[in-house]
């Protein structure tokens, strides 16, 4: 399964910052919000590969576009991102001489489950892993199962902002 130019559109829809979604693939600073550093971006695809399902493709280049557009349309969201991989880096470094994105895949799902990120109550001002989860862990896996390519692997048939809605409902339950 390939996550294609249609998730990276219904994945932006559903947070509201698709406004500009798909007008340029370069990178771009909106006036009003802020920017991801390439070490964010990377850190974030790093984060992706541990949290999506190994059967999916083309992870890094949506999760970098899905960031520069979400990050564009809000600025104190963008300095969320930043100091939540921030903490995250800082954590690694008490056991490596790398940041996060450089760890083997296999290290980068210990570390978060070492911090207890999983179990972490999402909380943009609380402890680092709270924001670790709300800003990075959370905003990942919304992005992924907002796409019909997510969503289709947990049997989802149509995610938030995806059509196809008036067909499903009209259907029977024996369908």
């Known amino acids: 399964m390939e996550l294609d130019r249609r998730d990276l559109l219904t994945a932006l829809a559903a947070t509201g910052a698709g406004s500009t979604a798909g007008c340029s693939s370069t990178r771009r600073q909106a006036t009003d ?3 991801v550093s390439d070490h964010d971006a990377d850190t974030l695809v790093a984060l992706a ?7 999916v493709s083309n992870v890094g280049e949506f999760v970098r576009e899905y960031s ?9 969201y963008a300095a969320g991102v930043a100091e939540a991989v921030g903490s995250l880096d800082e954590y690694v470094s008490e056991w490596h001489d790398v940041p996060y994105a450089e760890l083997p895949t296999v290290e980068r799902g210990e570390i978060l489950r070492h911090m207890t990120v ?17 800003y990075l862990v959370n905003e990942l896996l919304y992005a992924f199962y907002t ?3 997510g969503a289709g692997l947990v049997g ?3 995610p938030p902002g995806h059509p196809g809605g008036t067909r499903s409902y009209r259907r029977g339950p024996d369908s």
């Open 118 to 134: 999983d179990t972490a109550d999402p909380d943009p001002d609380g402890v680092a892993r709270e924001r670790i989860r709300y």
């Open 33 to 35: 919000g802020g920017d």
């Open 68 to 76: 520069l557009e979400r990050v564009a349309a809000d600025a104190e």
């Open 49 to 55: 590969e541990v949290l999506y399902p190994s059967s």
């Open 156 to 158: 989802l048939e149509n």
């Open 147 to 149: 796409t019909p390519t």
